[in-house]
C-alpha cells in the first residue's frame, strides 16, 4: 500500500511518513503541486494524502485535474480548512474523505484503510486467504485459529501480496514497498521478512519462483469467508 | 442639556427679549406722544380761559371751572377710570387767587413763570401750563395729574401686552412642537442607531427631508464602512491565524502520537527533534502573529522625533547570532554609517529588520552569508537599511505576492509562516519608508528598507554610488 503524501508543513510531511509506516503504510512524501504532479505521473500510488493548501497552487487544483484525466485514486484531503463548506467542496470535487487539522493519526489510517478497501471493492477490512485472515487495522492474521501479529515491514510484503494473491512479486517490487522507510533498505531485507512470514504463516504459504520473485500459494484446502 | 430644550431656551429667550424691547420702546413712544398731545391741551385750555377773561365775557370763578367742563352739561359721560379732567387755577400777579376750578388743588399750582413745568402740590404731582396774561394782571394755571397720565399710558401698553401675553403659552407650545417635528430626522437616525446590534454595520437610511442631517447620515456611513472593511480584515486576519497555526499543531500532535505509538528509540527520539522544531517554528510564528497586531494597532502618525537606529539594529543583531551560529550562516553587519532616522516607533523599525534578517538566515544555505548594511542615500536625506542574503531568491513572478499576508513562496518549503514579509512591508507602511525586494547580483535576495532622515549624518557618498545595482 504505498501512499502519496502531499504537505508543505516539514514537520508534519514527516509525522505522516513515519506514521503511516507504523500503521503499516508505505508512503512518499512530496511538498508541492508540481512535486505531486511528478509523483502521480510516476504512478504505483495505491492513494493519496493531500493538503489543500500548498506553495504553488491549491490541492483542490491538482485533484480536480486528477479526476478529470480520469484516476480513480482514492484521495484524502488533509487540511486546516474544514468548516463544513470547504469539506463539501473538497468532497464534491472528487476527495474520498476529508480531514481537518489538527487530526488523530490513528484515524487517519483508519480512513485510509477505509477508502483503500473501497476502492478495491471491498466492504469487510479484512482480507481472507487460504486459511489466513488478515485484519489491516490491526497488522494482525488469524491462522488455523491463532492470532499471528506482524511487524509493519512484514505486514507491508504480505500486504502487497495478498493484493493480488497467486500474481509473482518480484524483490525489487517489494523493496518499493518498503522504501520511504527511515532506514535505508538492505539488500537482505526481503529475505528476511519472507522468512519470519514463513515461520508464522506455515513454510507453504508464499512460494518462491525462481528468478521472478514471490507469491502466495494457491487456496488448497480451507475457504474462510 | 437636549438640544431641543437648549434651542427652546434659546427661541424663548430671544422672542421674549425681543418683545420686551418693543413693550419698552412702544412705552416710550406712547408716553412721549401721549405728554406732548395733553400738553397742547393744557396749553390751549389755558389761553382759552385767558381769552374769555380777556372778553369780560365770563367771571373769573366760571372761567376756572370751563377747564374741567363742570360748568356745562358733558354730552357724554366719561368712564371714570378714564375722567381726566384739568384743574385751573387763577391768580393774580401779586399773588392772590382769583378763581379755581372744582377739582383744582388748595395750594398753588406753580410758582414758575410762563409755561409747562411739573410740580407737587398736596403730595400730587402735577403737570402745568402757565399762561400769563400781563394786560389784565393774571396768571392762569391749568394742570392735569401725573397720576392720570400714567394712567393713561399704562392703560394702553396693557391693551397691547395683554393680548400678546395670552398669546405667549400657545407660541411656547407652537415652539416646542416645531423644534420636535424639526429635529425629528435626528431623532429617527438615533433611534436607528441605538435599536442596531453591534455587528450590524449596514449604511443608515437615508433623509431626503433633512439636507443638514445628510453630512451626518453620510459621515456616518463612511465610518461604518470603514469599521467594516477593518473588521472584515481583521477576521480574515483572525480566519487565516486559526487556520496557519493548525498546520504546525497537527504537525506537533503527529510527531507525539508517532513519539508515542513506535517503539523504536530511534524513531522516537527523531519524532522528539521534530516536535521540539515544530515547537520552535509555532512560537516563531506566534510571535510573528503578535508583531502583526502590535504594528497594525500602532496606526500612522504620532510625532515624528529623531531616533538613532543603531543600537536597536545592534541589539536585533545579537539576538540573531546564535541562531546565525546554529545555520552555520555568517552575519556580516555594518552600521557604521549613522543615520539618524526620523522615525516615531523605532521599535516598528527593530521588529522590520528582524523579519528580514529571519528570512535571509531562513534562506541563507550552509557556510555562506548574510549581510546588513545602513547607509545613508539620495545626499543624506534617507536611509537605507540592507539586508542581503545567498539563497535561491524570490522568482520575478512571486516578488509582488510575498509581501501579502500568509503568502509563502515557493522557495520556503512550508518552513515560514508567510507573515515576515507582510510584517515588514505593514512597518514600513506606518513609519513612511518602503521595502523593496530585488534580486542581489550574485544570487540571493536583496531586501532594502528606505527611511527617512532628519539630516545628513557622517559622511555621505554621492547618491549613484549607493544606490542599489539591481
Given amino acids: 500500500m504505498r501512499i502519496l503524501i502531499v504537505e508543505d508543513d516539514d514537520v508534519l510531511r514527516d509525522g505522516l511518513v513515519v506514521g503511516l509506516s507504523l500503521a503499516g503504510f508505505t508512503s512518499e512524501a512530496v511538498a508541492t503541486r508540481s512535486e505531486a504532479e511528478a509523483a502521480l505521473e510516476a504512478g504505483g500510488f495505491s492513494g493519496m494524502v493531500l493538503d489543500l493548501m500548498l506553495p504553488d497552487g491549491s490541492g483542490l487544483d491538482l485533484l480536480v485535474r486528477l479526476r478529470a484525466r480520469g484516476s480513480p485514486l482514492p484521495v484524502l484531503m488533509l487540511t486546516a480548512r474544514d468548516r463544513p463548506h470547504e469539506r463539501v467542496a473538497g468532497l464534491d470535487n472528487g476527495a474520498d474523505d476529508y480531514l481537518g487539522k489538527p487530526f488523530d493519526l490513528q484515524e487517519l489510517a483508519a480512513r485510509l484503510r477505509a477508502i483503500l478497501r473501497r476502492a478495491e471493492g471491498r466492504a469487510d477490512g479484512r482480507i481472507a486467504w487460504n486459511g489466513l485472515v488478515l485484519d489491516p487495522a490491526r497488522m494482525e492474521g488469524e491462522i488455523a485459529g491463532e492470532v499471528q501479529s506482524f511487524s509493519p515491514r512484514e505486514f507491508a510484503i504480505l500486504r502487497a501480496l495478498i493484493e493480488r494473491p497467486g500474481a509473482v512479486l518480484g524483490k525489487s517490487a517489494l523493496e518499493e514497498r518498503l522504501y520511504g522507510w527511515q532506514e535505508g533498505v538492505e539488500s537482505n531485507t526481503v529475505e528476511v521478512h519472507i522468512h519470519r512470514l514463513r515461520s508464522k504463516l506455515g513454510a507453504a504459504f508464499i512460494e518462491t519462483v525462481r528468478g521472478a520473485g514471490y507469491r502466495l500459494a494457491s487456496e488448497q484446502t480451507r475457504k474462510i469467508a | ?470
Avoid at chain 2, 437615508?206 to 481583521?234: H, Q
Avoid at chain 2, 506537533?252 to 519524532?271: C, G, H, I, M, N
Fill in chain 2, 1 to 470: 442639556m437636549s438640544m431641543r430644550l437648549r434651542l427652546f431656551l434659546i427661541l424663548i429667550l430671544a422672542t421674549g427679549t425681543v418683545w420686551a424691547s418693543a413693550v419698552l420702546w412702544t412705552r416710550a413712544r406712547t408716553e412721549a406722544h401721549v405728554e406732548r398731545v395733553l400738553d397742547a391741551r393744557l396749553s390751549e385750555a389755558a389761553r382759552m380761559v385767558a381769552s374769555l377773561i380777556a372778553d369780560n365775557s365770563i367771571d373769573l370763578g366760571a372761567a376756572a371751572e370751563v377747564v374741567d367742563g363742570g360748568g356745562t352739561q358733558p354730552a357724554y359721560a366719561p368712564a371714570a377710570d378714564y375722567e381726566h379732567r384739568l384743574s385751573c387755577q387763577i391768580w393774580s400777579v401779586e399773588g392772590g387767587l382769583l378763581g379755581q376750578s372744582e377739582g383744582a388743588p388748595d395750594g398753588r399750582l406753580s410758582s414758575g413763570p410762563s409755561g409747562f413745568s411739573t410740580s407737587e402740590v398736596d403730595g400730587q404731582a402735577w403737570r402745568v401750563y402757565t399762561a400769563e396774561d400781563r394786560d389784565l394782571g393774571i396768571r392762569v394755571m391749568v394742570a392735569d395729574t401725573m397720576e392720570m397720565r400714567e394712567n393713561l399710558v399704562g392703560s394702553i401698553i396693557t391693551a397691547l401686552v395683554l393680548p400678546a401675553g395670552l398669546v405667549l403659552p400657545a407660541l411656547v407650545g407652537m415652539i416646542w412642537i416645531s423644534l420636535g417635528r424639526g429635529l425629528a430626522p435626528l431623532d429617527r437616525v438615533a433611534r436607528v442607531l441605538s435599536s442596531r446590534s453591534a455587528s450590524d454595520l449596514t449604511p443608515l437610511p437615508d433623509e431626503p427631508a433633512a439636507s443638514e442631517v445628510r453630512p451626518l447620515i453620510e459621515g456616518l456611513n463612511g465610518l461604518m464602512t470603514r469599521v467594516a472593511s477593518a473588521r472584515e480584515s481583521e477576521r480574515t486576519f483572525t480566519a487565516f491565524a486559526a487556520h496557519e497555526i493548525k498546520t504546525p499543531l497537527s504537525g506537533l500532535k503527529t510527531q507525539a502520537q508517532v513519539a508515542a505509538l513506535s517503539s523504536d528509540p530511534a524513531t522516537k527520539d527523531r519524532a522528539l527533534a521534530q516536535i521540539q522544531k515544530a515547537v520552535d517554528r509555532t512560537d516563531r510564528m506566534v510571535r510573528q502573529l503578535l508583531d502583526m497586531a502590535a504594528v497594525e494597532a500602532d496606526g500612522s502618525g504620532g510625532d515624528e522625533a529623531p531616533a538613532r537606529v543603531t543600537e536597536l539594529l545592534d541589539g536585533v543583531v545579537e539576538d540573531l547570532t546564535s541562531l546565525a551560529r546554529v545555520k552555520g550562516v555568517a552575519l556580516y553587519t555594518d552600521l557604521k554609517e549613522i543615520c539618524v532616522l526620523q522615525c516615531s516607533r523605532p521599535l516598528l523599525l527593530g521588529i522590520a529588520v528582524r523579519n528580514l534578517l529571519e528570512n535571509a538566515l531562513a534562506a541563507a544555505p550552509h557556510c555562506s552569508e548574510v549581510t546588513l548594511i545602513m547607509q545613508p542615500i539620495e545626499e543624506g536625506r534617507n536611509c537605507a537599511i540592507r539586508v542581503r542574503d545567498h539563497g535561491p531568491g524570490i522568482p520575478a513572478d512571486e516578488l509582488a505576492q510575498v509581501t501579502r499576508r500568509f503568502v509563502r513562496g515557493r522557495q520556503a518549503k512550508g518552513a515560514g509562516s508567510g507573515l515576515g514579509l507582510a510584517i515588514v512591508d505593514l512597518a514600513m507602511e506606518r513609519l513612511g519608508g518602503r521595502l523593496t525586494l530585488t534580486p542581489a547580483e550574485g544570487g540571493g535576495l536583496m531586501a532594502e528598507l528606505v527611511l527617512p532622515c532628519v539630516a545628513k549624518q557622517g559622511r555621505s557618498r554621492p547618491a549613484a554610488a549607493v544606490r542599489p545595482t539591481a
